[in-house]
């Protein structure tokens, strides 16, 4: 089983529409992220949370929202889809520890019409 | 402010060394990490540096000089798989978060 799950793996919605994408990890890693990935773009942080009361804003957070409902648990939401929203989602984990590198879930391909 | 410079693509023979550099800038820094994506994929965790100098790590070797902002992945008898993204990602000590380079795309020809 994968340490670090996405759901879904694949998502095609329209314009406007309310999507949640889920990450739960098994690591026990206190650190989470959700990244997005364009290509020619390389990965960009959204959101990050270092422990379940504390969320951060990324470089690029307009139009997202999160909820770390768990330590295991760590969802991504946007609120009303547009098109420019289409791409790969990352969620990541980390330790605490910086020299410890940070763990990927398998992604999820969102297409939004 | 933060910047990352990798080769947007590179190729190479199977069976050959191939070096791919990054520089960087980052508001402090505390390590660099590289990765591999196949397309479509996930990124797996390649190598860390934080001190000056080279890790070794079977085919991969990673090198890193901090007063130079410059690191660089090398890897050696390249086989089919290794044809993948290779991302470069600093952390920056002021805010603790990796910035991911675009990546070098690696292409493996026979």
Redesign the interface.
Known sequence: DADVTQTPRNRITKTGKRIMLECSQTKGHDRMYW?RQDP??????IY?S?DVKDINK?EISDGYSVSRQAQAKFSLSLESAIPNQTA?Y?CATSDTH??Q???????T?LSIL | GQN?DQPTEMTATEGAIVQINCTYQTSGF??L?W?QQHA??????LS?N?LDGLEEKGRFSSFLSRSKGYSYLLLKELQMKDSASY?CAP?SSNT???I????TTLQVKP
């Open positions: 990244y020619g773009l390389g990965l960009r942080l990050y270092f990324g790969l990352f910086t020299s590198p940070q763990h990927f879930g398998d992604g391909r | 990352i505390n390590g990490f990765y479509g994929e996930a990124p797996t965790f860390y934080v991302l952390r603790g978060k990796l991911f380079g675009q990546g």
